[in-house]
């Protein structure tokens, strides 16, 4: 009797796969299939009721302040805080300058110029409180000021001995700033206008020196580097806040920024003897030695047989005379124009030179030496002016004071 059993049983198990008891046992997916749990229905949003709004953020951290003074208060950032280290990598791009308006500036001496020349401070980083009794507390309360670690600022600063400042500020407006007093009184009528100058170097030494000879005004053609660039400005050591700086001007509109009656000389570099046979653009600022006691003129390029050597076919080169940058040249107001390394001064500021009756300025170097440095050139001519302005000036005082008897 137990023998026919366990036979019934074993069919029992058969008859209850799928397919009979000829089917083979089922897969693995098979009782996946039967283990699934059935699918969970919702009803629609009005039988549900109103959803519960989500739970309220946690609150924020309390910003620790303290004070350096009367009235003057200031942050610590906390550990993890990365505004620094965004605003900084933001404040590099020249594209945030254009469009943000923003300026970045760090060490004690170029923060503190900016600020005494009206320059609006928005935020500064600095590493001990000592940094704040060095400048202007009146613009410092009007500002956004955050305590960092000094191994923050030195991780992000370019310097190669940070000072522990660093400091971002609203792109200054020439128009609107208020340059020192003593810069006023020595600004002579001697204006520069920059061509072409892509060296971020090269452009603030030129600057430096402009606002050292005591230039009105210093004139930035498009095609230069941006002015505001960090490079520029530690090269610049703070000239940048001593004199006004138009940037980004095209040719048409640089004559509507310069005084009336000036006349635009252009530093050459060419020895007008071989330039009489070529009559190429001009290149760089400094010149081989020739001989230009008299005035040499360049030959006609109206219809020329082939390409000049930097212009295309069928340009003109105007004609200028030529003189050495030592004879006197300042006799009205001047602007004199330094071209780039490179390519040197374009046909636009020849053009310029050609309607305001102005000439080619040569330093006359070694044989050999192709050209000078565009900042050491600028140095030279403008200082050069400084000395000639200065002069006449002093001649006209004496014939006033000493009037002739006739």
């Known amino acids: 009797m137990a023998a026919l059993r366990r036979p019934a049983a074993g069919l029992g198990r058969c008859l209850l796969r799928p397919g009979g008891p000829g089917a083979a046992p089922a897969g693995r997916r098979g009782v996946r299939a039967l283990r699934r749990s059935p699918v969970r229905v919702l009803p629609p949003q009005a039988e549900r009721g109103p959803r519960e709004p989500p739970p309220p953020p946690p609150p924020p951290a309390a910003v620790e302040r303290s004070s350096a003074g009367p009235g003057l208060w200031y942050e610590k950032a906390a550990p993890g805080d990365r505004r620094l280290g965004k605003v900084v990598t933001i404040a590099k791009s020249k594209k945030f300058r254009d469009h943000q308006g923003k300026v970045l500036l760090e060490g004690h001496r170029l923060i503190k110029d900016a600020l005494e020349a009206g320059a609006v401070l928005q935020t500064l980083f600095f590493s001990t409180v000592g940094h704040l009794r060095e400048l202007p507390e009146a613009e410092l309360k009007r500002a956004n000021l955050v305590k960092v ?9 370019d310097l190669v001995t940070p000072q522990g400042l660093i400091g971002i500020f609203s792109k200054p ?7 020192p007093a003593a810069q006023l009184t020595s ?22 020196s402009a606002a050292g000879a005591g230039c009105e005004k210093v004139l930035l053609t498009k095609g230069c580097v941006d002015p505001w660039e960090p490079k520029v400005l530690r090269a610049g050591m703070g000239a940048h806040f001593r004199l006004p700086i138009v940037a980004s001007l095209d040719w048409e509109s640089v004559p509507s920024n310069l005084p009336a009656g000036v006349r635009v000389c252009v530093a050459d570099n060419k020895d007008p003897g071989a330039q009489a046979e070529t009559a190429p653009v001009p290149r760089g600022a400094g010149a081989a030695p020739g001989n230009p006691k008299a005035p040499v003129k360049s030959k006609p390029k109206a219809a020329p047989e082939h390409e000049d050597e930097e212009g295309p ?7 200028l005379a030529v003189q050495y940058y030592y004879e006197n040249w300042t006799q009205t107001p001047v602007a004199v124009v330094i071209g780039g390394e490179t390519h040197g001064v374009s046909l636009d500021a020849l053009h310029l030179a050609a309607s305001t009756g102005g000439k080619r300025l040569v330093i006359p170097v070694v044989p050999g030496v192709d050209s000078l440095n565009s900042a050491i050139a600028a140095g030279i001519v403008l200082f050069e002016g400084k000395r000639q302005l200065l002069q006449r000036h002093k001649q006209e005082d004496e014939r006033q004071n000493f009037p002739v008897v006739g």
Do not use: Q
């Open 149 to 157: 670690k000094f191994e923050d600022i030195k991780s992000w600063s």
């Open 313 to 319: 076919e069928g340009v003109c080169i105007p004609e």
């Open 187 to 208: 600004s002579l009528p001697l204006l520069l206008i920059c061509d072409n100058i892509r060296d971020p170097g090269n452009l603030g030494t030129i600057l430096r």
């Open 173 to 179: 407006n020439h128009a609107k700033m208020s340059y």
